[in-house]
């Protein structure tokens, strides 16, 4: 069985069977075919009717193979065990026992009084922590135990899973490929794993975006086919790019001091007073992972495609300008110097020489000049010459230029924008034309920051702010509905689904965890069966026995002040803990939850309830991390003798941290409590506690999500100019958009083609 293709379907609710046979069997079912449907059922999921008969025709030992695998999918073989058995009962301890216990640590033995030694060597005194009670040491929290038993079939909810063929994981390949928007981490690793298994080649949908042809020129080139990578390069920042990818694991570009920078943030322990010197050394080995060093088959690869690259030499030189310092320290690892001299690249020559002599124009350089120096008309005219750059500045130009000559000037070439930014533009307008509110911005390095409103505002009344956000929605709708009208319908009727009218367009949001159980959009809500949310962290498998911590924390948000339920407050209202874990056991992982009382939370007031996971030691979240949260109808279990709480079939979210990632904290979550919803959201943050929540940062998200386009909406306009009857009934629709369909990701996605 193919375990990587089996884990890619199993994230899109289907089965993988090579050639399945869907007919109905003659024989009745198998006792191994009950025993498959039993084992998976007993993980969240049941199938329909044409898996179920693909099923029929399976062998026994087939059958076994996939419910092992869909039990490793699901996480059962991890180390479920958190530090206290039966942690819905408080262990009753305070500060007290901790000061208690360290001072009974710096006495001399004799002297201690009666009390128990453990394996980690804290003696813990009489009277103190209820040592039974406890999985490990209570004192420095260091893991004893581990167990291999969770609970199954608690969930009230199934899954419903079909099955996908060869075809169908290949259809799922070129629409990922062809996606007008950037992948999110789910996507890329999905992708990666169909193009490993089924290759690429010139019948292969062209990418629609910078970082999918990444993934292709990558596996090209490891492929041994670097030649064929040239398709995928039509710049030398497509290069440059590649060559970061290598070196950072990141998909996108991020200058070596912001990385130094984030490494010298993810020190802990902050009011140490060895901090200075500990941040400074992360920074120094930092600096020692980005050196540049390249084998020649690297060099080689690299001065052919710059050679071969259909571009002019001046444009080469003006793409590779932004990051010249980056390019620099490249050319010389790469050798390109020596490369230049040899017959073979007059072109490198050529382009090696211009660059360094600074022998070209800098389009943006020029721009910038003829909008300081208020040369509206000049500026609109070099505008226009390139249309993405004319979206991504249309509100500044707007406030700087004038926002009636710049709209006209715009409306001439946004036929030449991407749907997907012309969406973005129509989501944003609104926030950004406001004078008096900051706006959340995402960084490369990793962090959301609050930034004030353009100065610019200032010269405008709130009504001239206000009719700019309409014109721009306004000229945003027009242009989508255009691109909407030059397609073919695929019928003449449409079904909506109403939840999709609470779901932004996934535009402007990359996610970068996986999700291991169904896709999610920024913004999606997700109803809670039951009356408790538990939520769930697991870290360290695999890794050598270390202090390794990571947090789980909840922040319950009133209207007057906040709680936190982390590891320096195990029990407020509404919320417990299950207890700090600071030192992973060998090999085998740890984990923390959380169990909230929605009843509770809402009679004592709170608001919201906000789920974070944050590294307080030194680095950033830990590999393969993995967070979520369990709801169900039914009670969920927690065993009084291990503290085991984990059951795979009430998980209604699960993310992996993906690799290498630069938070040291991140929200993946947040409980409308009056609503009993969770609001799907990620954002990373800086700090190694909750406290370094800003919450006027996720208001700020959560304003940017409000002010998009919903999925809804922007099915409304292509109804309307497709000339689309509505029906109520997706199976009579033509085209049908249920609540299930946002789920889909990369369905959503193809609406922006």
């Given at each position: 069985m193919n375990t990587a293709l089996f884990a890619v379907a199993l994230r899109y609710n289907a089965l993988y069977?090579?050639?399945?046979?869907?007919?109905?069997?003659?024989?009745?079912?198998?006792?191994?075919?009950?025993?498959?449907?039993?084992?998976?059922?007993?993980?969240?999921?049941?199938?329909?009717?044409?898996?179920?008969?693909?099923?029929?025709?399976?062998?026994?030992?087939?059958?076994?193979d996939m419910a092992a695998e869909a039990a490793r999918l699901s996480h059962t073989d991890l180390n479920w065990t958190p530090l206290v058995k039966g942690w819905l009962t408080p262990t009753g301890e305070?500060?007290?026992?901790?000061?208690?216990?360290?001072?009974?640590?710096?006495?001399?033995?004799?002297?201690?009084?009666?009390?128990?030694?453990?394996?980690?060597?804290?003696?813990?005194?009489?009277?103190?922590?209820?040592?039974?009670?406890?999985?490990?040491?209570p004192f420095c929290?260091?893991?004893?135990?581990?167990?291999?038993?969770?609970?199954?079939?608690?969930?009230?909810?199934?899954?419903?899973?079909?099955?996908?063929?060869?075809?169908?994981?290949?259809?799922?390949?070129?629409?990922?490929?062809?996606?007008?928007?950037?992948?999110?981490?789910?996507?890329?690793?999905?992708?990666?794993?169909?193009?490993?298994?089924?290759?690429?080649?010139?019948?292969?949908?062209?990418?629609?975006?910078?970082e999918t042809a990444l993934l292709c020129i990558d596996a090209l080139t490891e492929a041994g086919l670097a030649g064929e990578a040239i398709r995928y390069i039509s710049s030398p920042a497509d290069i440059l790019r590649y060559l970061w990818y290598k070196k950072t694991g990141?998909?996108?570009?991020?200058?070596?001091?912001?990385?130094?920078?984030?490494?010298?943030?993810?020190?802990?322990?902050?009011?140490?007073?060895?901090?200075?010197?500990?941040?400074?050394?992360a920074a120094k080995i930092k600096k020692a992972e980005l050196r540049l060093k390249y084998d020649r088959k690297t060099c080689r690869t690299v001065a052919d495609w710059l050679e071969t690259i259909q571009m002019p030499t001046e444009a080469m030189c003006e793409a590779m300008h932004p990051y010249r310092g980056m390019w620099v320290r490249a050319i010389r690892a790469l050798r390109l110097a020596e490369y230049a001299r040899r017959?073979?690249?007059?072109?490198?020559?050529?382009?090696?020489?211009?660059?360094?002599?600074?022998?070209?124009?800098?389009?943006?350089?020029?721009?910038?000049?003829?909008?300081?120096?208020?040369?509206?008309?000049?500026?609109?005219?070099?505008?226009?010459?390139?249309?993405?750059?004319?979206?991504?500045?249309?509100?500044?130009?707007?406030?700087?230029?004038?926002?009636?000559?710049?709209?006209?000037?715009?409306?001439?070439?946004?036929?030449?924008?991407?749907?997907?930014?012309?969406?973005?533009?129509?989501?944003?307008?609104?926030?950004?034309?406001?004078?008096?509110?900051?706006?959340?911005?995402h960084l490369p390095g990793g962090r959301v920051v609050n930034i004030p409103a353009n100065p610019l505002t200032a010269d405008y009344t709130a009504k001239q702010l206000k009719e700019m956000a309409e014109a721009v929605k306004k000229a945003a709708l027009e242009t989508a509905a255009a691109h909407f009208a030059a397609q073919t319908a695929r019928g003449s009727s449409i079904y909506i689904d109403q939840a999709l009218?609470?779901?932004?367009?996934?535009?402007?949001?990359?996610?970068?965890?996986?999700?291991?159980?169904?896709?999610?959009?920024?913004?999606?809500?997700?109803?809670?069966?039951?009356?408790?949310?538990?939520?769930?962290?697991?870290?360290?498998?695999?890794?050598?026995?270390?202090?390794?911590?990571?947090?789980?924390?909840?922040k319950i948000i009133y209207t007057d002040h906040e709680e936190d339920c982390a590891y320096y407050s195990l029990t407020v209202g509404g919320a417990t803990h299950s207890g700090d874990i600071q030192r992973i056991p060998d090999n085998v992982g740890a984990a923390e939850y959380i169990e909230l009382d929605i009843a509770e939370l809402k009679r004592l007031g709170a608001k919201?309830?906000?789920?974070?996971?944050?590294?307080?030691?030194?680095?950033?979240?830990?590999?393969?991390?993995?967070v979520g949260w369990m709801d169900s109808a039914y009670p969920m279990a927690v065993s009084d003798d291990t503290g085991v709480a984990y059951d795979p079939s009430t998980v209604a979210k699960a993310v992996s941290i993906a690799s290498p990632n630069l938070a040291k904290g991140l929200l993946f979550g947040l409980l409308d409590v009056q609503a009993r919803e969770i609001i799907w959201l990620e954002m990373a943050f800086n700090g190694q506690t909750i406290?370094?929540?800003?919450?006027?940062?996720?208001?700020?998200l959560l304003d940017k999500l409000s002010d998009k386009i919903s999925i809804g909406e922007l099915l409304l306009v292509k109804a309307k100019a497709q000339g689309l009857t509505e029906v109520a009934d997706p199976a009579i629709a033509d085209e049908a958009y249920t609540a299930a369909s946002a789920l889909d990701t990369t369905l959503i996605s193809s609406l922006l083609n």
């Amino acid at each position: 069985m193919n375990t990587a293709l089996f884990a890619v379907a199993l994230r899109y609710n289907a089965l993988y069977i090579p050639s399945p046979i869907t007919a109905p069997s003659a024989k009745p079912m198998s006792e191994s075919l009950n025993d498959f449907l039993g084992a998976i059922g007993g993980l969240g999921y049941t199938v329909d009717e044409k898996l179920l008969h693909a099923l029929e025709h399976l062998p026994a030992d087939m059958l076994r193979d996939m419910a092992a695998e869909a039990a490793r999918l699901s996480h059962t073989d991890l180390n479920w065990t958190p530090l206290v058995k039966g942690w819905l009962t408080p262990t009753g301890e305070t500060i007290g026992d901790h000061i208690v216990t360290s001072v009974a640590n710096s006495l001399p033995e004799n002297l201690r009084g009666p009390g128990t030694t453990l394996h980690c060597g804290h003696f813990i005194p009489e009277g103190s922590f209820p040592i039974e009670r406890y999985n490990g040491c209570p004192f420095c929290g260091q893991l004893f135990e581990h167990s291999a038993i969770v609970f199954k079939g608690g969930g009230s909810r199934r899954t419903v899973l079909t099955v996908w063929s060869d075809s169908d994981l290949n259809g799922l390949k070129e629409r990922l490929m062809a996606s007008p928007v950037p992948l999110d981490a789910t996507q890329a690793e999905s992708l990666k794993t169909l193009i490993k298994e089924y290759g690429i080649d010139n019948s292969s949908p062209t990418p629609a975006m910078k970082e999918t042809a990444l993934l292709c020129i990558d596996a090209l080139t490891e492929a041994g086919l670097a030649g064929e990578a040239i398709r995928y390069i039509s710049s030398p920042a497509d290069i440059l790019r590649y060559l970061w990818y290598k070196k950072t694991g990141l998909p996108h570009i991020v200058r070596p001091a912001t990385l130094v920078e984030r490494a010298k943030a993810s020190t802990g322990y902050q009011w140490l007073p060895d901090y200075t010197e500990r941040a400074a050394d992360a920074a120094k080995i930092k600096k020692a992972e980005l050196r540049l060093k390249y084998d020649r088959k690297t060099c080689r690869t690299v001065a052919d495609w710059l050679e071969t690259i259909q571009m002019p030499t001046e444009a080469m030189c003006e793409a590779m300008h932004p990051y010249r310092g980056m390019w620099v320290r490249a050319i010389r690892a790469l050798r390109l110097a020596e490369y230049a001299r040899r017959p073979a690249y007059p072109k490198l020559r050529e382009l090696i020489d211009r660059f360094y002599r600074s022998d070209y124009d800098v389009w943006a350089g020029e721009l910038e000049a003829e909008m300081l120096a208020g040369e509206s008309a000049k500026a609109l005219m070099r505008l226009k010459e390139r249309p993405g750059v004319f979206a991504r500045s249309l509100f500044a130009a707007m406030l700087r230029l004038g926002p009636s000559e710049t709209l006209e000037a715009f409306a001439e070439i946004s036929a030449k924008v991407p749907l997907r930014l012309i969406l973005t533009l129509a989501s944003y307008a609104e926030s950004y034309f406001r004078s008096d509110t900051s706006r959340g911005v995402h960084l490369p390095g990793g962090r959301v920051v609050n930034i004030p409103a353009n100065p610019l505002t200032a010269d405008y009344t709130a009504k001239q702010l206000k009719e700019m956000a309409e014109a721009v929605k306004k000229a945003a709708l027009e242009t989508a509905a255009a691109h909407f009208a030059a397609q073919t319908a695929r019928g003449s009727s449409i079904y909506i689904d109403q939840a999709l009218f609470n779901i932004p367009v996934p535009v402007g949001d990359r996610s970068e965890t996986v999700h291991d159980k169904t896709g999610a959009l920024q913004g999606q809500r997700f109803k809670v069966d039951g009356d408790h949310v538990r939520l769930f962290m697991e870290w360290g498998r695999g890794l050598p026995a270390a202090h390794i911590d990571m947090d789980l924390s909840c922040k319950i948000i009133y209207t007057d002040h906040e709680e936190d339920c982390a590891y320096y407050s195990l029990t407020v209202g509404g919320a417990t803990h299950s207890g700090d874990i600071q030192r992973i056991p060998d090999n085998v992982g740890a984990a923390e939850y959380i169990e909230l009382d929605i009843a509770e939370l809402k009679r004592l007031g709170a608001k919201y309830a906000a789920f974070t996971c944050n590294a307080y030691t030194d680095g950033n979240l830990s590999l393969n991390m993995l967070v979520g949260w369990m709801d169900s109808a039914y009670p969920m279990a927690v065993s009084d003798d291990t503290g085991v709480a984990y059951d795979p079939s009430t998980v209604a979210k699960a993310v992996s941290i993906a690799s290498p990632n630069l938070a040291k904290g991140l929200l993946f979550g947040l409980l409308d409590v009056q609503a009993r919803e969770i609001i799907w959201l990620e954002m990373a943050f800086n700090g190694q506690t909750i406290g370094s929540l800003n919450i006027k940062n996720v208001k700020a998200l959560l304003d940017k999500l409000s002010d998009k386009i919903s999925i809804g909406e922007l099915l409304l306009v292509k109804a309307k100019a497709q000339g689309l009857t509505e029906v109520a009934d997706p199976a009579i629709a033509d085209e049908a958009y249920t609540a299930a369909s946002a789920l889909d990701t990369t369905l959503i996605s193809s609406l922006l083609n």
